[in-house]
Protein backbone atom coordinates (compact mmCIF):
# COMPACT_ATOMS: atom_id res chain seq x y z
CA UNK A 1 0.00 0.00 0.00
CA UNK A 2 1.30 3.26 -0.76
CA UNK A 3 0.92 6.16 1.76
CA UNK A 4 -0.94 9.36 0.37
CA UNK A 5 1.70 11.95 0.17
CA UNK A 6 1.34 15.39 2.56
CA UNK A 7 -0.20 17.71 0.89
CA UNK A 8 1.61 21.62 0.95
CA UNK A 9 0.09 24.58 0.43
CA UNK A 10 2.71 26.84 -0.59
CA UNK A 11 1.54 30.16 0.18
CA UNK A 12 3.06 33.08 -1.78
CA UNK A 13 2.38 36.73 -3.30
CA UNK A 14 0.84 38.66 -0.87
CA UNK A 15 0.18 42.68 0.06
CA UNK A 16 3.21 43.67 0.95
CA UNK A 17 5.91 45.41 -0.99
CA UNK A 18 7.88 42.12 -0.79
CA UNK A 19 5.25 40.72 -3.14
CA UNK A 20 7.34 39.97 -5.51
CA UNK A 21 10.20 38.59 -3.82
CA UNK A 22 8.18 35.90 -2.60
CA UNK A 23 6.71 34.85 -6.04
CA UNK A 24 9.82 34.52 -6.76
CA UNK A 25 11.14 32.73 -3.69
CA UNK A 26 7.85 30.11 -4.53
CA UNK A 27 9.82 29.78 -7.81
CA UNK A 28 13.03 28.39 -6.33
CA UNK A 29 10.98 26.30 -3.36
CA UNK A 30 8.45 24.60 -5.50
CA UNK A 31 10.98 22.51 -7.68
CA UNK A 32 13.51 21.26 -4.60
CA UNK A 33 10.12 20.46 -2.76
CA UNK A 34 10.51 16.49 -2.70
CA UNK A 35 7.91 14.81 -5.27
CA UNK A 36 8.09 11.06 -3.29
CA UNK A 37 6.79 13.03 0.05
CA UNK A 38 4.56 16.20 -0.88
CA UNK A 39 1.83 16.92 -3.19
CA UNK A 40 2.33 20.74 -3.42
CA UNK A 41 -0.70 22.93 -3.74
CA UNK A 42 0.66 26.44 -4.68
CA UNK A 43 -1.87 29.47 -3.30
CA UNK A 44 -1.35 32.60 -4.87
CA UNK A 45 -2.29 35.59 -2.56
CA UNK A 46 -2.63 39.35 -5.18
CA UNK A 47 -1.23 42.95 -3.87
CA UNK A 48 -4.98 43.50 -3.61
CA UNK A 49 -5.63 40.44 -1.35
CA UNK A 50 -7.49 38.31 -3.07
CA UNK A 51 -6.30 34.78 -2.75
CA UNK A 52 -6.22 31.93 -5.78
CA UNK A 53 -5.79 28.56 -6.47
CA UNK A 54 -3.82 27.61 -10.12
CA UNK A 55 -1.32 30.20 -9.77
CA UNK A 56 1.94 28.51 -11.28
CA UNK A 57 4.95 30.54 -10.01
CA UNK A 58 7.03 29.29 -12.66
CA UNK A 59 4.87 30.77 -15.29
CA UNK A 60 4.62 34.67 -13.80
CA UNK A 61 5.25 37.20 -16.06
CA UNK A 62 8.05 39.52 -14.51
CA UNK A 63 7.52 42.56 -13.01
CA UNK A 64 9.44 45.18 -11.23
CA UNK A 65 13.42 44.79 -10.85
CA UNK A 66 12.21 41.70 -13.60
CA UNK A 67 11.00 39.56 -10.86
CA UNK A 68 7.44 37.52 -11.12
CA UNK A 69 4.50 38.73 -9.96
CA UNK A 70 0.80 38.60 -9.80
CA UNK A 71 0.57 42.15 -9.95
CA UNK A 72 -1.25 42.83 -13.44
CA UNK A 73 -3.21 39.26 -13.58
CA UNK A 74 -6.58 40.05 -14.96
CA UNK A 75 -7.38 36.00 -14.96
CA UNK A 76 -7.74 35.70 -11.08
CA UNK A 77 -10.55 33.77 -9.56
CA UNK A 78 -10.40 34.64 -5.73
CA UNK A 79 -11.73 32.49 -3.45
CA UNK A 80 -11.79 32.34 0.69
CA UNK A 81 -8.88 31.43 2.27
CA UNK A 82 -10.51 28.45 3.90
CA UNK A 83 -11.45 26.93 0.50
CA UNK A 84 -7.73 27.58 -0.77
CA UNK A 85 -6.45 25.64 1.95
CA UNK A 86 -8.78 22.64 2.28
CA UNK A 87 -7.86 19.32 2.67
CA UNK A 88 -4.18 20.72 2.94
CA UNK A 89 -1.88 18.99 6.37
CA UNK A 90 0.50 21.86 6.45
CA UNK A 91 1.29 25.27 5.20
CA UNK A 92 4.17 27.23 3.63
CA UNK A 93 3.47 30.58 4.54
CA UNK A 94 5.90 32.14 1.96
CA UNK A 95 5.37 35.51 2.69
CA UNK A 96 7.37 38.18 3.39
CA UNK A 97 6.87 41.43 5.47
CA UNK A 98 3.02 42.83 6.04
CA UNK A 99 0.22 40.60 6.09
CA UNK A 100 2.08 37.36 5.56
CA UNK A 101 6.01 37.68 7.95
CA UNK A 102 4.24 39.20 10.58
CA UNK A 103 1.90 36.87 12.51
CA UNK A 104 -1.24 37.76 10.67
CA UNK A 105 -1.65 34.75 7.96
CA UNK A 106 0.02 32.60 11.52
CA UNK A 107 -3.03 33.81 13.46
CA UNK A 108 -5.62 32.72 10.65
CA UNK A 109 -3.84 29.19 10.07
CA UNK A 110 -3.67 29.28 14.47
CA UNK A 111 -7.68 29.68 13.90
CA UNK A 112 -7.34 27.21 11.71
CA UNK A 113 -5.86 24.35 13.30
CA UNK A 114 -3.60 24.03 10.57
CA UNK A 115 0.04 23.61 10.85
CA UNK A 116 2.47 25.69 8.86
CA UNK A 117 5.84 26.21 8.64
CA UNK A 118 7.38 29.02 10.51
CA UNK A 119 7.58 30.59 13.81
CA UNK A 120 3.91 31.45 15.29
CA UNK A 121 2.27 35.01 16.07
CA UNK A 122 4.04 36.60 18.85
CA UNK A 123 7.54 35.51 17.74
CA UNK A 124 6.57 36.23 13.56
CA UNK A 125 4.74 39.95 14.75
CA UNK A 126 7.93 41.08 17.05
CA UNK A 127 10.43 40.21 14.63
CA UNK A 128 8.63 41.88 12.25
CA UNK A 129 8.49 44.92 14.40
CA UNK A 130 12.37 46.37 14.46
CA UNK A 131 11.65 48.52 17.41
CA UNK A 132 9.87 45.40 19.36
CA UNK A 133 12.42 43.17 18.22
CA UNK A 134 14.94 45.34 19.73
CA UNK A 135 13.32 46.38 23.08
CA UNK A 136 12.96 42.04 23.19
CA UNK A 137 16.33 41.46 22.20
CA UNK A 138 17.61 43.92 24.88
CA UNK A 139 15.97 42.52 27.49
CA UNK A 140 18.11 39.09 27.01
CA UNK A 141 21.19 41.08 27.26
CA UNK A 142 21.82 40.85 23.56
CA UNK A 143 23.62 43.49 21.87
CA UNK A 144 21.50 46.05 19.39
CA UNK A 145 22.58 49.64 17.83
CA UNK A 146 21.52 52.75 19.36
CA UNK A 147 17.76 53.46 18.39
CA UNK A 148 15.21 55.54 18.60
CA UNK A 149 11.35 54.74 17.95
CA UNK A 150 9.42 57.94 16.29
CA UNK A 151 6.34 57.46 18.33
CA UNK A 152 3.06 57.67 15.60
CA UNK A 153 2.90 61.45 16.38
CA UNK A 154 5.99 62.46 16.90
CA UNK A 155 6.96 64.53 13.01
CA UNK A 156 10.63 64.82 14.34
CA UNK A 157 13.51 64.34 16.66
CA UNK A 158 14.58 66.15 19.86
CA UNK A 159 17.94 67.59 20.07
CA UNK A 160 18.37 65.20 22.69
CA UNK A 161 17.55 62.54 20.10
CA UNK A 162 19.89 64.09 17.98
CA UNK A 163 22.68 64.26 19.96
CA UNK A 164 22.04 60.24 21.51
CA UNK A 165 22.41 59.00 17.45
CA UNK A 166 24.65 61.30 16.12
CA UNK A 167 25.45 61.41 11.88
CA UNK A 168 24.71 59.37 9.55
CA UNK A 169 21.89 57.60 10.70
CA UNK A 170 19.32 55.24 9.46
CA UNK A 171 15.35 55.71 9.19
CA UNK A 172 13.22 53.06 8.61
CA UNK A 173 9.98 52.02 8.49
CA UNK A 174 9.37 49.57 11.57
CA UNK A 175 7.58 46.81 10.22
CA UNK A 176 9.36 46.43 6.60
CA UNK A 177 11.43 44.38 4.79
CA UNK A 178 13.39 44.25 1.77
CA UNK A 179 15.52 47.54 2.07
CA UNK A 180 12.42 49.41 0.84
CA UNK A 181 10.95 52.59 2.71
CA UNK A 182 14.89 53.15 4.36
CA UNK A 183 17.03 56.14 3.90
CA UNK A 184 20.39 56.58 4.80
CA UNK A 185 20.75 60.54 5.94
CA UNK A 186 24.27 62.32 6.97
CA UNK A 187 22.49 65.52 7.36
CA UNK A 188 19.66 66.38 9.96
CA UNK A 189 18.42 68.71 6.93
CA UNK A 190 17.26 65.76 4.91
CA UNK A 191 15.55 64.02 8.29
CA UNK A 192 12.01 64.98 7.45
CA UNK A 193 12.19 63.64 4.27
CA UNK A 194 13.38 60.39 5.38
CA UNK A 195 10.72 60.19 8.31
CA UNK A 196 7.90 60.99 5.67
CA UNK A 197 9.38 58.16 2.98
CA UNK A 198 9.51 55.90 6.04
CA UNK A 199 5.93 56.23 6.36
CA UNK A 200 5.09 55.71 3.08
CA UNK A 201 5.46 52.10 4.60
CA UNK A 202 4.46 52.22 8.14
CA UNK A 203 3.39 54.87 10.36
CA UNK A 204 6.16 53.30 13.04
CA UNK A 205 9.41 54.60 11.97
CA UNK A 206 12.58 53.48 13.92
CA UNK A 207 15.94 55.86 13.49
CA UNK A 208 19.04 53.83 14.19
CA UNK A 209 22.60 55.13 14.21
CA UNK A 210 24.71 53.90 11.44
CA UNK A 211 27.68 51.55 12.34
CA UNK A 212 30.33 52.84 10.23
CA UNK A 213 32.60 50.32 8.36
CA UNK A 214 30.17 47.81 9.12
CA UNK A 215 30.55 44.07 8.65
CA UNK A 216 26.91 42.76 7.34
CA UNK A 217 26.55 38.33 8.91
CA UNK A 218 23.98 36.68 8.38
CA UNK A 219 23.65 33.49 9.83
CA UNK A 220 20.60 30.42 9.48
CA UNK A 221 18.99 28.69 12.84
CA UNK A 222 16.75 25.95 11.80
CA UNK A 223 14.80 23.71 14.17
CA UNK A 224 14.39 20.16 13.63
CA UNK A 225 11.48 17.92 14.06
CA UNK A 226 12.67 16.82 17.65
CA UNK A 227 12.55 19.84 18.52
CA UNK A 228 16.32 20.48 19.08
CA UNK A 229 18.08 24.02 17.13
CA UNK A 230 21.43 24.97 15.18
CA UNK A 231 22.46 27.54 13.40
CA UNK A 232 24.48 27.41 10.22
CA UNK A 233 27.81 28.22 9.57
CA UNK A 234 27.64 32.32 9.22
CA UNK A 235 27.50 34.20 5.70
CA UNK A 236 29.17 37.40 4.92
CA UNK A 237 27.59 40.18 2.50
CA UNK A 238 30.47 42.26 1.19
CA UNK A 239 30.05 45.41 -1.27
CA UNK A 240 31.67 44.88 -4.19
CA UNK A 241 30.91 47.98 -6.39
CA UNK A 242 32.90 51.31 -5.62
CA UNK A 243 30.02 54.34 -3.78
CA UNK A 244 28.20 51.47 -2.52
CA UNK A 245 27.19 52.29 0.49
CA UNK A 246 24.67 49.90 2.29
CA UNK A 247 22.90 46.48 1.26
CA UNK A 248 19.13 48.32 -0.88
CA UNK A 249 16.97 47.20 -2.48
CA UNK A 250 18.92 47.37 -6.08
CA UNK A 251 21.45 45.43 -4.33
CA UNK A 252 19.88 42.81 -2.57
CA UNK A 253 17.93 41.60 -6.09
CA UNK A 254 18.75 43.73 -8.88
CA UNK A 255 22.25 44.75 -9.17
CA UNK A 256 25.81 42.86 -8.39
CA UNK A 257 27.34 45.32 -6.16
CA UNK A 258 27.31 43.12 -3.30
CA UNK A 259 28.93 39.05 -2.56
CA UNK A 260 28.44 36.86 -0.67
CA UNK A 261 30.99 34.70 1.53
CA UNK A 262 29.40 31.70 2.70
CA UNK A 263 30.86 30.67 4.99
CA UNK A 264 31.84 34.42 6.31
CA UNK A 265 35.38 34.53 6.16
CA UNK A 266 35.71 35.28 10.65
CA UNK A 267 37.76 33.85 13.53
CA UNK A 268 36.71 30.85 15.13
CA UNK A 269 36.03 33.05 18.31
CA UNK A 270 33.45 35.34 16.66
CA UNK A 271 31.82 32.45 14.56
CA UNK A 272 31.36 30.30 17.66
CA UNK A 273 30.08 33.83 19.68
CA UNK A 274 27.93 34.34 16.33
CA UNK A 275 26.74 31.10 16.06
CA UNK A 276 25.63 30.71 20.37
CA UNK A 277 24.25 34.59 20.28
CA UNK A 278 22.10 33.18 16.98
CA UNK A 279 20.34 30.49 18.60
CA UNK A 280 19.66 32.54 21.61
CA UNK A 281 18.42 35.65 19.62
CA UNK A 282 15.68 32.94 17.92
CA UNK A 283 14.71 31.67 21.45
CA UNK A 284 14.81 35.36 22.78
CA UNK A 285 11.56 36.24 20.72
CA UNK A 286 10.16 32.25 20.90
CA UNK A 287 10.89 31.08 17.37
CA UNK A 288 10.06 28.20 15.74
CA UNK A 289 10.87 26.29 12.75
CA UNK A 290 13.39 29.28 10.97
CA UNK A 291 14.78 32.41 11.36
CA UNK A 292 17.89 33.84 9.11
CA UNK A 293 19.76 36.29 12.36
CA UNK A 294 21.61 39.42 10.98
CA UNK A 295 24.08 41.03 12.13
CA UNK A 296 26.66 43.91 12.23
CA UNK A 297 30.37 43.72 13.04
CA UNK A 298 32.54 46.54 14.18
CA UNK A 299 35.48 47.96 13.21
CA UNK A 300 36.15 46.87 16.78
CA UNK A 301 35.02 43.36 16.15
CA UNK A 302 31.99 43.48 18.23
CA UNK A 303 28.61 41.88 17.13
CA UNK A 304 25.22 43.90 17.06
CA UNK A 305 22.04 41.53 16.13
CA UNK A 306 20.59 44.11 13.35
CA UNK A 307 17.12 42.31 12.82
CA UNK A 308 15.47 38.69 12.80
CA UNK A 309 14.07 37.51 9.48
CA UNK A 310 11.18 34.84 10.31
CA UNK A 311 10.53 34.06 6.70
CA UNK A 312 13.56 34.98 5.01
CA UNK A 313 14.06 35.11 0.78
CA UNK A 314 14.30 31.66 -0.66
CA UNK A 315 15.11 32.87 -3.86
CA UNK A 316 18.53 31.02 -5.76
CA UNK A 317 20.53 33.36 -4.33
CA UNK A 318 19.43 33.47 -0.91
CA UNK A 319 21.60 33.44 2.15
CA UNK A 320 19.02 31.06 4.33
CA UNK A 321 19.47 28.38 1.80
CA UNK A 322 23.07 29.08 0.96
CA UNK A 323 24.34 29.16 4.34
CA UNK A 324 22.50 26.08 4.95
CA UNK A 325 23.76 24.18 2.02
CA UNK A 326 27.39 25.60 3.00
CA UNK A 327 27.13 23.98 6.59
CA UNK A 328 26.14 20.14 4.66
CA UNK A 329 22.13 20.23 4.46
CA UNK A 330 21.45 20.71 0.50
CA UNK A 331 17.71 22.68 -0.60
CA UNK A 332 15.58 19.91 -0.51
CA UNK A 333 16.93 18.04 2.65
CA UNK A 334 15.99 21.33 4.26
CA UNK A 335 12.58 22.02 3.01
CA UNK A 336 11.63 18.64 3.83
CA UNK A 337 12.88 19.74 7.24
CA UNK A 338 11.07 23.03 7.79
CA UNK A 339 7.76 20.77 6.83
CA UNK A 340 8.24 18.10 8.90
CA UNK A 341 9.23 20.39 11.83
CA UNK A 342 6.27 22.33 10.70
CA UNK A 343 4.11 19.01 11.12
CA UNK A 344 5.95 17.21 14.44
CA UNK A 345 4.98 20.73 16.11
CA UNK A 346 1.14 20.55 15.06
CA UNK A 347 -2.06 23.10 15.92
CA UNK A 348 -2.31 24.87 18.87
CA UNK A 349 -0.58 26.08 21.83
CA UNK A 350 2.93 24.48 22.33
N1 LIG B 1 22.46 50.88 11.86
C1 LIG B 1 22.98 50.56 10.66
N2 LIG B 1 24.31 50.74 10.40
C2 LIG B 1 24.83 50.42 9.19
N3 LIG B 1 24.12 49.93 8.17
C3 LIG B 1 22.80 49.75 8.35
C4 LIG B 1 22.17 50.04 9.61
N4 LIG B 1 20.86 49.75 9.51
C5 LIG B 1 20.67 49.29 8.25
N5 LIG B 1 21.82 49.29 7.55
C6 LIG B 1 21.95 48.89 6.14
O1 LIG B 1 20.64 48.84 5.56
C7 LIG B 1 20.30 47.49 5.19
C8 LIG B 1 18.82 47.24 5.43
O2 LIG B 1 18.50 47.43 6.79
P1 LIG B 1 17.64 46.39 7.62
O3 LIG B 1 17.44 46.93 8.97
O4 LIG B 1 18.29 45.06 7.53
O5 LIG B 1 16.24 46.41 6.87
P2 LIG B 1 15.42 45.30 6.05
O6 LIG B 1 14.48 44.71 7.02
O7 LIG B 1 14.71 46.06 4.99
O8 LIG B 1 16.41 44.29 5.53
C9 LIG B 1 21.24 46.64 6.01
O9 LIG B 1 21.44 45.37 5.43
C10 LIG B 1 22.51 47.50 6.01
O10 LIG B 1 23.18 47.43 4.77
MG1 LIG C 1 17.85 43.26 6.59
Known amino acids: MTQRKTRV ?19 SVLPHLDPDRFEVVPVGITPQGQWALGMD ?9 NLPTLRNRTD ?3 IEPGQALKDVDVV ?9 EDGTIQGLLELGGLPYVGPGVFASAAAMDKIFAKKILQAEGLPVGRFVALDRAATTLTLDEREHLGLPVFVKPSRAGSSVGISK ?44 VEASLPAELRPVAEGVEWYDFNAKYVDDSYEADIPAKLDDDITAKLREMAVTAFRALDCQGL ?15 NELNTMPGFTPISMYPKAWEATGIDFG ?4 TLIETAIARGAGLR
Open 9 to 27: AVVFGGRSSEHEVSCQSAK
Open 57 to 65: PNALEAGAG
Open 76 to 78: VVA
Open 92 to 100: FPLLHGAWG
Open 185 to 228: ISDWADLDAAIFEARQHDPKVIIEAAVPNVREIECAVLEFPDGH
Open 291 to 305: SRVDFFLTEDDELII
Open 333 to 336: TLLT
